[in-house]
């Protein structure tokens, strides 16, 4: 829509805090006028805006039935071939009909791969696939690339740099299967909130600018399912404890409820390990965090382009893992090594909370193979070793230990 917050009205009555102000070269004073719509830079103005922008999207799923969504003013409309375009003169007349015209030269013809704010969606075939694909548009991920080569070529970044950095990840990320990407970003946030000049690139923000630029070398589309797969989803569940009975241990089990299969590992964290993670007031999140990587170490073979229900019960590390990232450094770079791992395998995973005493794998993370409760139930508990890389390796070495474990 063609300057679309000035189309919503203010309300009269706060005519008097609706006013913007210029400065007149030529009167050499200051000239005022009363705005009827929103300003930019008033925080109603967004809250204004998107109540129209919502009630305009419901009429139009609910009323014309149509598949479309909006990111503040700008549409997207997803329309069967069968409509023969139909949906979309239905949509510019009902947008002129409210007053709020569709603006004609940013209008794109409808076709089945289209970009919709930088994102590319593939819809050819969808309807018999199930799926629809996402990618980043190239001009976005050059930009990407660009902005860290040239802060790596120039070795400086600002806080206001890195904060445009972030800001074009973030948004190029969400084209990205599953999470990568959004971890191993703590130097920059370091950099961006808490560093001081000079403004040289430290060890650390080097390294993790060597890691996003791999990561975007490793660009996989995000396939997003329409309906339900063809298998069942994996159902795991993993724990880990931490008390002065013994050594922290950890455990991971999985059950397929395609054939049954069930399978457990659990192991103990070694002393090396532990002081690597320092006296954190986090261990126990991240020994929690371990179970996972254990987890997907010793099923990746049965976990291969499967979908996963992954149960968890702390909450510092579902958060990590929902989100991709952590304010702690230590379960940042475990979420981010997690999510690499993952997407390597082609796995899909929902991350979903559960209570201590429901999880499967509480009895195993204390008890290990003694455990009667895995027993009982018919899993086999192995014993692995957690290896350190996920929460040590540092720039290109994080990738190369992904493909390695994985090969």
Same mark, same amino acid.
């Given at each position: 829509?063609?300057?679309?917050?000035?189309?919503?009205?203010?309300?009269?009555?706060?005519?008097?805090?609706?006013?913007?102000?210029?400065?007149?070269?030529?009167?050499?004073?200051?000239?005022?006028?009363?705005?009827?719509?929103?300003?930019?830079?008033?925080?109603?103005?967004?809250?204004?805006?998107?109540?129209?922008?919502?009630?305009?999207?419901?009429?139009?799923?609910?009323?014309?039935?149509?598949?479309?969504?909006?990111?503040?003013?700008?549409?997207?409309?997803?329309?069967?071939?069968?409509?023969?375009?139909?949906?979309?003169?239905?949509?510019?007349?009902?947008?002129?009909?409210?007053?709020?015209?569709?603006?004609?030269?940013?209008?794109?013809?409808?076709?089945?791969?289209?970009?919709?704010?930088?994102?590319?969606?593939?819809?050819?075939?969808?309807?018999?696939?199930?799926?629809? =694909?996402?990618?980043?548009?190239?001009?976005?991920?050059?930009?990407?690339?660009?902005?860290?080569?040239?802060?790596?070529?120039?070795?400086?970044?600002?806080?206001?740099?890195?904060?445009?950095?972030?800001?074009?990840?973030?948004?190029?990320?969400?084209?990205?299967?599953?999470?990568?990407?959004?971890?191993?970003?703590?130097?920059?946030?370091?950099?961006?909130?808490?560093?001081?000049?000079?403004? @040289?690139?430290?060890?650390?923000?080097?390294?993790?600018?060597?890691?996003?630029?791999?990561?975007?070398?490793?660009?996989?589309?995000?396939?997003?399912?329409?309906?339900?797969?063809?298998?069942?989803?994996?159902?795991?569940?993993?724990?880990?404890?931490?008390?002065?009975?013994?050594?922290?241990?950890?455990?991971?089990?999985?059950?397929?409820?395609?054939?049954?299969?069930?399978?457990?590992?659990?192991?103990?964290?070694?002393?090396?390990?532990?002081?690597?993670?320092?006296?954190?007031?986090?261990?126990?999140?991240?020994?929690?965090?371990?179970?996972?990587?254990?987890?997907?170490?010793?099923?990746?073979?049965?976990?291969?382009?499967?979908?996963?229900?992954?149960?968890?019960? @702390?909450?510092?590390?579902?958060?990590?893992?929902?989100?991709?990232?952590?304010?702690?450094?230590?379960?940042?770079?475990?979420?981010?090594?997690?999510?690499?791992?993952? +997407?390597?395998?082609?796995?899909?995973?929902?991350?979903?909370?559960?209570?201590?005493?429901? @999880?499967?794998?509480?009895?195993?993370?204390?008890?290990?193979?003694?455990?009667?409760?895995?027993?009982? @139930?018919?899993? +086999?508990?192995?014993?692995?070793?957690?290896?350190?890389?996920?929460?040590?390796?540092?720039?290109? =070495?994080?990738?190369?230990?992904?493909?390695?474990?994985? +090969?």
């Amino acid at each position: 829509m063609p300057e679309a917050y000035r189309w919503v009205p203010a309300d009269p009555r706060e005519g008097s805090l609706n006013v913007i102000a210029t400065w007149s070269v030529d009167d050499n004073c200051w000239l005022f006028q009363e705005m009827f719509g929103q300003v930019f830079g008033r925080a109603a103005a967004v809250i204004n805006f998107h109540r129209i922008q919502r009630l305009l999207v419901a009429i139009v799923r609910r009323w014309l039935m149509m598949l479309c969504s909006m990111y503040y003013d700008d549409l997207s409309l997803q329309d069967l071939a069968s409509a023969r375009g139909r949906g979309q003169r239905y949509i510019r007349s009902l947008f002129r009909i409210v007053g709020l015209p569709l603006q004609e030269s940013k209008q794109v013809d409808l076709c089945d791969n289209a970009d919709f704010l930088g994102m590319n969606h593939a819809v050819a075939g969808s309807l018999k696939t199930g799926r629809v =694909q996402f990618t980043p548009r190239k001009q976005l991920l050059a930009k990407a690339v660009d902005l860290i080569q040239q802060r790596m070529q120039e070795d400086s970044c600002t806080p206001a740099q890195v904060s445009k950095i972030r800001g074009v990840l973030g948004f190029l990320f969400t084209g990205v299967y599953g999470r990568i990407g959004r971890g191993g970003q703590q130097p920059l946030l370091q950099r961006q909130y808490s560093d001081t000049h000079p403004w @040289n690139l430290s060890h650390k923000l080097r390294r993790a600018f060597e890691y996003l630029l791999d990561t975007l070398m490793l660009v996989k589309p995000r396939t997003v399912h329409l309906y339900d797969e063809a298998l069942p989803p994996l159902v795991i569940a993993s724990d880990g404890r931490q008390d002065e009975t013994s050594p922290p241990s950890v455990a991971a089990i999985l059950f397929d409820p395609v054939n049954g299969l069930k399978v457990a590992i659990a192991a103990e964290i070694s002393p090396e390990l532990m002081t690597s993670w320092g006296d954190s007031d986090h261990c126990i999140a991240l020994i929690e965090q371990a179970a996972l990587v254990l987890g997907i170490m010793k099923f990746q073979h049965i976990m291969r382009g499967r979908s996963l229900l992954w149960f968890e019960d @702390n909450s510092a590390v579902l958060s990590g893992l929902v989100k991709g990232s952590s304010g702690h450094p230590m379960l940042d770079a475990g979420a981010a090594a997690i999510h690499l791992l993952l +997407a390597a395998l082609g796995a899909r995973a929902w991350f979903e909370y559960v209570e201590s005493d429901a @999880n499967w794998s509480d009895g195993a993370s204390r008890l290990l193979t003694k455990d009667p409760w895995t027993k009982a @139930n018919g899993f +086999a508990v192995e014993i692995g070793c957690v290896p350190a890389w996920p929460w040590l390796a540092q720039g290109t =070495q994080r990738i190369l230990c992904v493909k390695h474990m994985l +090969a």
